[in-house]
């Protein structure tokens, strides 16, 4: 089981960036961003569920941020518009063999290895 974050980067508050999750090896009912900016916990982002593209979100991105999946390329997405200086963290993506929302780390079986955003003010 693999899963490949990429995306990440350096942008300007107010831009926008695009995260991309490729999982190969098997699929989950679940799959989520987390992120960590230094020197704090990992904190969940948003959550998909595969076979109804059900979202959840954080109160802190709803409205600004996006998840999506696409099917044919096993890969999960995290749109991120309007970008703030606070939203600087290492993204992960996570998958969850589960019928109901999780949203703690460590109820999460399968990581990637994260990718960098940062935003400038």
């Known amino acids: 089981v693999q899963l490949q974050a990429s995306g990440g980067g350096l942008v300007q508050a107010g831009g926008s960036l695009r995260l991309s999750c490729a999982a190969s090896g098997r699929s989950f009912r679940i799959y989520a961003w987390f992120r960590q900016a230094p020197g704090k916990a990992r904190d969940f982002v948003a959550a998909?569920?595969?076979?109804?593209?059900?979202?959840t979100y954080a109160r802190s991105v709803k409205g600004r941020f996006t998840i999506s999946r696409d099917n044919a390329n096993n890969t999960v997405y995290l749109q991120m518009n309007s970008l703030k200086p606070e939203d600087t963290a290492v993204y992960y993506c996570?998958?969850?063999?589960?019928?109901?929302?999780?949203?703690?780390?460590?109820?999460?079986?399968?990581w990637g290895q994260g990718t960098l955003v940062t935003v400038s003010s």
């Open positions: 998909i569920r595969w076979s109804t593209s059900d979202k």
């Open positions: 996570a998958a969850l063999d589960s019928s109901y929302w999780r949203v703690g780390e460590h109820e999460y079986d399968y």
